[in-house]
């Protein structure tokens, strides 16, 4: 890197995962791939059989798979196109890695997991790509606003979206939790996929459900604002305050933003 603004390693993340305080095993998954401008966290399905195997069997082929692909020549005229292409793809071959290890292991039939998948672009202008299954998020801080870029693929959101719900009866309805699609969870996966231009200054969150069960997104938007606070410190700030809520759930956080904008010992 030469100091240019606008390279893949100009955005750097950090992750941390806590098992929390109520579940015996932690089957959250993340991986930071700084130089390939990945990032991805994957929830194995709770209470199911496996959901610690299906995430990390998610993650570990990903990270394989994914700086193999983007080691080869990609035009840049058709650099979205390719890299969307792509997702499909390798999150395709999770799919059919998950169900292959579901069958082969009876004690696992039902396992799956949520995945979200941050990919930065940098030509011709910073340019996020996301990748999400399931009801683990991704968010941008941008001038102390904190937007969500995914919708959460749950019985209860998509209620909402239709309007057959109300937001007080999704609030409580025993059915909030349920997914509507899941890697692994049936032999074709629909991954939705977006793309957001990004800001110099912008600061992007992904996590777990383990996180935004416990915390409302205005103290998300609090902790993230610390700006004095490093990468490292805000993972820890939102987990711990995650756990002193109740910590029901497993909770992963990766926080990524532009390095240029902050001193190493900040990250």
């Known amino acids: 890197m030469h100091g240019l603004p606008h390279t893949v390693e100009s955005w750097h993340g950090v992750g941390l995962t806590d098992r929390g305080l109520v579940r015996t095993s932690n089957q959250d998954a ?135 719900l109300t937001p007080a009866e999704a609030r409580d309805h025993p059915l909030r939790h349920m997914l509507t699609r899941a890697v ?13 231009a990004l800001a110099p200054q912008d600061l992007l969150l992904l996590c777990t459900d383990g996180l935004t069960k416990m915390l409302p997104d205005r103290v998300i938007r609090d902790i993230l604002s610390q700006h004095a606070a490093s990468l490292s410190q805000m993972c820890r700030t939102l987990i711990n305050e995650a756990n002193a809520r109740g910590g029901e759930d497993n909770t992963t956080v990766v926080l990524v933003r532009n390095a240029l904008t902050t001193s190493p010992q900040e990250r």
């Open 184 to 196: 692994g969870a049936e032999i074709e996966v629909e991954a939705e996929i977006t793309t957001h």
């Open 30 to 164: 993340f991986v930071i791939l700084n130089e390939c401008g990945v990032w991805i966290v994957a929830d194995g399905m709770g209470g199911r059989a496996g959901g610690d195997i299906a995430s990390r069997l998610t993650i570990d082929g990903l990270a394989a798979v994914l700086p193999q692909y983007l080691g080869t020549c990609m035009s840049r005229s058709t650099e979205i196109h390719s890299r969307t292409t792509l997702l499909h793809q390798v999150i395709d071959m999770s799919n059919e890695a998950v169900r292959a290890e579901a069958s082969r292991r009876p004690e696992l039939l039902g396992m799956g997991t949520t995945l979200v998948i941050l990919m930065i672009l940098p030509h011709p202008e910073p340019t996020a790509l996301l990748a999400h299954v399931g009801d683990s998020r991704a968010y941008c801080l941008r001038s102390g606003v904190l937007t969500q870029m995914t919708r959460d693929h749950s019985f209860v959101e998509e209620s909402l979206r239709d309007g057959r």
